[in-house]
């Protein structure tokens, strides 16, 4: 007969359980992983419209091969999402293209970080959708992150969000009341006609989640600054803070789980190929016109059979490895070096550099918390040093003390419509609309 569990092993089980939810829904966890992410992913796709600017009618736009027509056939049959397909006129092109850089570059920088994320991901899928055939495997990478982005807290440190909410603090602590917000209202008021008429036309896409989604961010937005506004401390706050913080670590584990599957079907795929058993796969695509932009040292590397065997054969084991070293912290970040690495090596010899920049950008997810810590140190002096270096009347306001030197607990964040709220009783995080 089985005996009954003891009480004390009962109870050691509910104080776990207990402590588990209090810390995934106290605080959003990885504020460093999560702001890396933030900057790596935008910071690619706006080196990538950059870069294609010259080229973007060719490609995105109306004088693409892959015609409007063409497009708009394709998803009304696959249900994909993209506003340059609500008009072909090239004005609408350049609007939506423009857009889609400023989103870039206001969600790298952190600012009103909420809102800019979820232009950023409208910006993305309708790029990306526009011209299906165009891009590579590290379109398919920003096309998810885009949209995980949403749901993060993503601007808790090394953002414009969290230096305005750092300032309110510093004023509160003087007893004055934080600054005004205007803009965060004034972009929830512009963004909600635009919302409504494309859900009345119709031009959201064939699914039905991502509706569904836009208008929650969009009310949730509202339901945060009224909160904000008349209820700073009490209970719907602490409510809020819950939901998203739990929203934000449920992501955050998607995003770990996405990096792991990538890595993993890819390795399993390459066992499967002659050519990686037998340890000569790399030589091909050191020898394609298409893949060598350096063709001398492509032709270096190809001409050793030894250091092909190897390379080949090392990226298939620690493709396939990677998943199961993660919870072995020292294995786990000399792979995540060798990776980091190795995509180096593919952005430099096979001339995929967009590609390199978005898994780098995945891989820092498992980044350890005291580098991150350490390496905004640096930025920091460094940014420090060269502002010293400045004459004082050109230096911005406010940057001639010591550096700033980050500190592993994430700084709150500013209040307003749609800029980045700060959870209830002090740090600070993305709320519900990313």
């Given amino acids: 007969m089985t005996a009954a569990p003891r009480p004390d092993r009962i109870a050691d089980a509910g104080t776990a359980l207990a402590r588990g939810l209090q810390r995934i829904t106290a605080s959003a966890l990885g504020p460093y992983q999560s702001a890396v992410i933030r900057i790596g992913f935008s910071a690619t796709y ?20 892959w015609h409007w027509d063409l497009a708009r056939q394709l998803t009304a049959g696959n249900d994909a999402f993209s506003v340059l397909l609500w008009s072909d006129s090239a004005l609408w092109f350049e609007t939506v293209y423009a857009l889609t850089l400023l989103s870039a570059a206001a969600l ?3 600012w009103r970080t909420r809102t800019m994320s979820v232009l950023f991901m409208v910006g993305v899928l309708s790029v990306q959708n526009r011209s299906v055939f165009m891009g590579d495997g590290g379109d398919n990478v920003i096309h998810l992150m885009a949209i995980y982005l949403v749901l993060t807290r993503c601007a808790q440190v090394w953002s414009l969000d969290a230096r305005r909410a750092a300032r309110d603090a510093e004023r509160g602590a003087l007893g004055l009341p934080p600054r005004r917000d205007i803009a965060g209202p004034v972009l929830w008021a512009a963004l909600g006609p635009v919302l409504l008429g494309a859900t009345l036309m119709d031009g959201l ?8 989604l836009l208008w929650l961010l969009w009310l949730s937005a509202a339901a945060w600054w009224a909160v904000n506004r008349h ?9 809020l803070d819950v939901l998203a913080n739990l929203l934000h670590n449920v992501t955050l584990v998607v995003i770990m789980v996405e990096v792991c599957l990538i890595y993993a079907t890819a390795g399993w795929y390459k066992i499967q190929g002659s050519r990686w058993q037998d340890g000569t796969a790399l030589y091909y695509p050191l020898k394609l016109d298409y893949f060598t932009p350096w063709p001398a040292l492509s032709d270096v590397l190809a001409s050793s059979g030894l250091m092909v065997m190897v390379l080949t054969y090392a990226t298939v084991i620690v ?8 919870f072995n912290r020292r294995i786990k970040n000399v792979l995540l070096v060798i990776m980091i690495g190795e995509h180096a090596g593919i952005a430099l010899l096979l001339g995929l550099p967009f590609f390199s920049m978005a898994m780098i950008a995945a891989d820092a997810v498992f980044l350890p918390t005291a580098f991150l810590v350490w390496l905004g140190g640096r930025a920091a ?5 060269l502002l010293g270096r400045l004459p004082r009347r050109w230096r911005p306001a406010g940057d001639g003390g010591p550096p700033e030197v980050p500190t592993a607990r994430p700084v709150p964040e500013g209040r307003g419509g749609t800029g980045e709220a700060p959870p209830h009783g002090g740090g600070g995080g993305h709320t519900l609309v990313g």
């Fill in 46 to 65: 706006l080196f990538f419209l950059l870069r294609e600017l010259p080229h973007r009618h060719e490609l995105y736009g109306p004088d693409s091969p």
């Fill in 108 to 110: 790298l920088l952190g």
């Fill in 205 to 212: 896409g064939g699914t039905w989640w991502l509706p569904v």
């Fill in 231 to 239: 209820a700073p401390y009490g209970q719907p706050r602490a409510l």
């Fill in 319 to 326: 493709q396939v490895a990677f998943p199961f070293t993660l």
């Fill in 381 to 385: 002096l460094g940014r420090q040093r």
